[in-house]
């Protein structure tokens, strides 16, 4: 048996008991690891981060090189050069400092934060008074930005801006690719008419929005979480800080979305994979996993960022998928053998296959 406890004797007169009785105690417990990151591939994006209610929330996409939130300085943050705040406590924007002195120590260009406009101020003045402490002036730069606005993160790509509801100034966020589709009446026509349509100054397109990722950031439920942004997106990161049943009216009153609430906005939402963060620690994973697993035929794609164990399985099944269809692909294309374990071959079932 491996315990990892370690009788020790001691004299308990040493803890204020009574002098000269001596007995055996254990080692206390190691701590418990804190702090890791939650991963999720969902193809064809990673989401990294970390979020815990009141403690810190970072999420990073790196595909569009964008982090919402700044609660904790990640390594997978400091490769962004943006970070769109959704609201001001501290466990959003308590590693904003950091963020900027990781990034010009380790001399990564540029860096700027979104925010709301009420919110640029105090912001600008936090990071101000670093220079006293520090003795020097580490660049940085914040950047209001007015709910419908919109920020372009690639070509054809834009950062948009949605006004929510919380208990300060708050925003989430979409990012939303923009494409110009051919107009319904022209679409059966031969390219040599359409040459001379297009000659004649007409526009043959039109244009439309497709949702990628939604972030709702800290908010009550609003129509807002019920607009296309979040209705169509392909992946929604929404926070879910409540999932007891009694906890409703706690929700109501910190304007925080509960586990309820996601269960209704799954109705309306059509994403391949809603990503749940923000969980509070009186929540045990368990608990969480079990309540999940009553969402019925919706449960399949909702994820808890911060479930190491589960998101873990779900990575090496991942791999192991790739790696399937990596053998097949070689044993039909290629060779006149497969090399095993032992260094036989099998050119047999290579024939059989291919």
Same mark, same amino acid.
């Given at each position: 048996?491996?315990?990892?406890?370690? /009788?020790?004797?001691?004299?308990? $007169?040493? %803890?204020?008991?009574?002098?000269?009785?001596? $007995?055996?105690?254990?080692?206390?417990?190691?701590?418990?690891? !804190?702090?890791?990151?939650?991963?999720?591939?969902?193809?064809?994006?990673?989401?990294?981060?970390?979020?815990?209610?009141?403690?810190?929330?970072?999420?990073?996409?790196?595909?569009?090189?964008?982090?919402?939130?700044?609660?904790?300085?990640?390594?997978?943050?400091?490769?962004?050069?943006?970070?769109? &705040?959704?609201?001001?406590?501290?466990?959003?924007?308590?590693?904003?400092?950091?963020?900027?002195?990781?990034?010009?120590?380790?001399?990564?260009?540029?860096?700027?934060?979104?925010?709301? /406009?009420?919110?640029?101020?105090? *912001?600008?003045?936090?990071?101000?008074?670093?220079?006293?402490?520090? +003795?020097?002036?580490?660049?940085?730069?914040?950047?209001?930005?007015? /709910?419908?606005?919109?920020?372009?993160?690639?070509?054809?790509?834009? *950062?948009?801006?949605?006004?929510?509801?919380?208990?300060? /100034?708050?925003?989430?966020?979409?990012?939303?690719?923009?494409?110009?589709? &051919?107009?319904?009446?022209?679409?059966?026509?031969?390219?040599?008419? &359409?040459?001379?349509?297009?000659?004649?100054?007409? !526009? *043959?397109?039109?244009?439309?929005?497709?949702?990628?990722? @939604?972030?709702?950031?800290?908010?009550?439920? =609003?129509?807002?979480?019920? +607009?296309?942004?979040?209705?169509? @997106? #392909?992946?929604?990161?929404?926070?879910?800080?409540?999932?007891?049943?009694?906890?409703?009216? #706690?929700?109501?009153? =910190?304007?925080?979305?509960?586990?309820?609430?996601?269960?209704? &906005?799954?109705?309306?939402?059509? @994403?391949?994979?809603?990503?749940?963060?923000?969980?509070? #620690?009186?929540?045990?994973?368990?608990?969480?996993?079990?309540?999940?697993?009553?969402?019925? $035929?919706?449960?399949?794609?909702?994820?808890? *960022?911060?479930?190491?164990?589960?998101?873990?399985?779900?990575?090496?099944?991942?791999?192991?998928?790739?790696?399937?269809?990596?053998?097949?692909?070689?044993?039909? %294309?290629?060779?006149?053998?497969?090399?095993?374990?032992?260094?036989?071959?099998? $050119?047999?079932?290579?024939?059989?296959?291919?």
């Amino acid at each position: 048996m491996n315990d990892r406890r370690v /009788p020790c004797l001691i004299t308990l $007169s040493d %803890v204020g008991d009574a002098p000269g009785i001596r $007995s055996f105690n254990m080692i206390p417990k190691q701590p418990p690891r !804190d702090g890791q990151s939650g991963f999720l591939y969902l193809p064809p994006y990673r989401v990294h981060g970390i979020s815990v209610a009141g403690e810190y929330t970072t999420i990073t996409i790196p595909e569009f090189g964008v982090t919402f939130d700044m609660g904790q300085c990640t390594r997978a943050s400091l490769t962004s050069d943006l970070i769109a &705040l959704s609201h001001s406590h501290m466990d959003h924007v308590g590693s904003i400092p950091y963020w900027f002195s990781q990034r010009y120590f380790q001399k990564l260009e540029g860096g700027r934060i979104v925010c709301h /406009p009420e919110i640029a101020g105090p *912001l600008r003045r936090m990071l101000a008074s670093w220079v006293d402490l520090e +003795r020097q002036k580490t660049p940085n730069e914040i950047v209001e930005i007015e /709910p419908e606005s919109e920020i372009e993160l690639r070509q054809n790509i834009v *950062l948009r801006a949605i006004e929510t509801r919380h208990t300060c /100034p708050s925003l989430g966020y979409a990012v939303v690719e923009h494409r110009h589709k &051919l107009k319904l009446e022209y679409q059966d026509l031969p390219q040599s008419e &359409l040459r001379r349509i297009r000659s004649e100054g007409n !526009d *043959l397109t039109v244009k439309t929005e497709i949702p990628l990722i @939604a972030y709702t950031g800290d908010t009550d439920r =609003g129509d807002f979480l019920e +607009r296309d942004e979040f209705a169509k @997106a #392909r992946v929604v990161i929404a926070e879910c800080t409540f999932f007891d049943e009694d906890h409703r009216g #706690r929700a109501r009153v =910190g304007r925080h979305l509960h586990l309820d609430d996601i269960a209704e &906005l799954l109705k309306k939402w059509d @994403a391949e994979h809603v990503v749940l963060v923000h969980l509070s #620690r009186r929540t045990l994973l368990s608990d969480a996993r079990e309540r999940l697993a009553t969402l019925g $035929s919706d449960a399949d794609r909702v994820h808890l *960022l911060m479930d190491h164990r589960t998101n873990r399985r779900r990575y090496e099944t991942q791999l192991a998928e790739v790696a399937e269809v990596s053998v097949e692909t070689s044993v039909g %294309v290629g060779g006149d053998s497969i090399e095993k374990s032992n260094g036989s071959t099998n $050119s047999e079932g290579l024939q059989e296959k291919g």
